[in-house]
């Protein structure tokens, strides 16, 4: 390099550098964001629970773990906020989920983080559980800032058929591959596998040196319906409460979904440019297995059970890799952060209501490069 620039001289040495700092493609990381539905908050292995969840426990001790995080008590709302960076008052997000009657969804004028993304060059795909809204075309994640969308619209359907029921006699089928039904693929197969997969294919079939990438993964796990593998639930055995075991189960299996959605990155060239965000979307619900001890409350409620939930940063470009982050971090931070993070850009006219943590989160080596850190909070 030395000897290069020697020959080179100053002006070549400028050009080269404002290569190394503004290649945007190169400098936009790979974005992951894991959504996962009502894992409480002793969920997880790192926080002491028996349910064993050695990936999810070594992605967190090697990134940093958010140990003040809160989201909403509830589905469509914390999902509101991820999606807008705004508090769901703001979107008329506030009552409860939006259940299938209902001609209601995320307002067409609230700008997206997967729009900014897009807008920053991100190829931007969805996987999992939308619950923000279906009752006309616009509202569907392909019109709100998705490339490609498989999954569901609502939630807690059944893990295996992809039906979903609001009441007797008020059952349909919920699985879509864009905007149809995706009535061809996939009947009976297990929900966590299947979005994997999906998840798996989409790395397989981009290239992650051309374009940086957004993925949205929502897994529909682990949610009631309390329906997992049989496999799963052999190593949970002494767990007596038949829905804690199952509900065990259901994690473990979401545990080893991670493992190979992180082998495909590693396989497929992104690994070394991501930064995986994980977040569950409200508390536990103990009638159905979960668990937020030490915390009171459970979803749906505003104890603290409720609303602080599971959540982690693991990134290889992290350099406070191995830290737990005590700050107060909230899900409308994601918005600011990860545009921030895929140099899009914030209009004033957002009015976001989350901040950018980029300082606490990421500090990257671009930063400690250039020996400062941008302020940007
Ligand atoms: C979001 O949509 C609501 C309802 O249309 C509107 O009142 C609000 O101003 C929008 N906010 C932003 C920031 O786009
Ligand atoms: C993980 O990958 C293995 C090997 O391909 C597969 O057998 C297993 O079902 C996958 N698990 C999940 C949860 O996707």
């Not at 993304?117 to 569907?140: D, I, N, P």
């Not at 939630?155 to 089928?173: A, N």
Request: charge should be neutral.
């Amino acid at each position: 390099m030395r000897v290069l620039l020697h020959h080179l001289g100053p002006e070549a040495f400028v050009i080269l550098m404002w290569f190394l700092i503004f290649d945007k493609s190169s400098s936009q990381p790979h974005i992951v964001f894991i959504l996962v539905d009502d894992q409480g908050f002793r969920d997880v292995g790192y926080h002491g629970s028996e349910i064993k969840t050695p990936t999810l426990d070594r992605l967190a001790a090697e990134g940093v773990k958010l140990e003040n995080y809160y989201v909403q008590p509830l589905c469509s709302p914390s999902r509101s906020q991820l999606m807008t960076g705004r508090y769901q008052i703001h979107t008329g997000l506030q009552h409860s989920i939006i259940r299938a009657t209902q001609p209601n969804c995320l307002p067409l004028d609230n700008v997206t983080l997967p729009q900014k993304l897009k807008q920053a060059g991100y190829s931007t795909h969805m996987v999992g559980k939308w619950h923000l809204g279906f009752y006309k075309r616009g509202c569907l994640p392909t019109k709100r800032g998705f490339d490609t969308f498989f999954g569901s619209l609502l939630g807690s359907g059944d893990y295996y058929s992809h039906y979903k029921c609001e009441g007797p006699g008020m059952c349909g089928y919920d699985l879509y591959e864009g905007e149809e039904a995706a009535w061809e693929q996939d009947r009976g197969v297990y929900s966590t596998m299947m979005l994997t997969r999906k998840a798996i294919s989409i790395l397989a079939n981009h290239k992650p040196r051309k374009q940086p990438l957004f993925l949205y993964l929502a897994y529909q796990a682990v949610h009631s319906p309390l329906q997992v593998p049989a496999r799963y639930l052999e190593r949970y055995k002494g767990i007596p409460n038949l829905h804690r075991r199952k509900y065990a189960a259901m994690v473990s299996c979401l545990d080893e979904a991670i493992h190979n959605l992180t082998l495909a990155l590693k396989r497929y060239g992104y690994y070394d440019n991501t930064v995986i965000v994980y977040s569950s979307d409200n508390g536990g619900q103990p009638l159905a297995g979960g668990s937020n001890w030490p915390l009171r409350g459970s979803k749906a409620t505003y104890w603290e059970g409720g609303i602080r939930a599971v959540g982690f940063v693991h990134s290889p470009l992290l350099v406070n890799k191995g830290t737990k982050c005590r700050s107060l971090v909230h899900i409308t931070d994601w918005f600011p952060t990860l545009v921030t993070l895929g140099e899009g850009t914030l209009d004033e006219d957002l009015n976001l209501d989350g901040y950018d943590v980029w300082e606490i989160l990421f500090p990257l080596l671009d930063d400690v490069w250039s020996g400062t850190s941008p302020t940007r909070m």
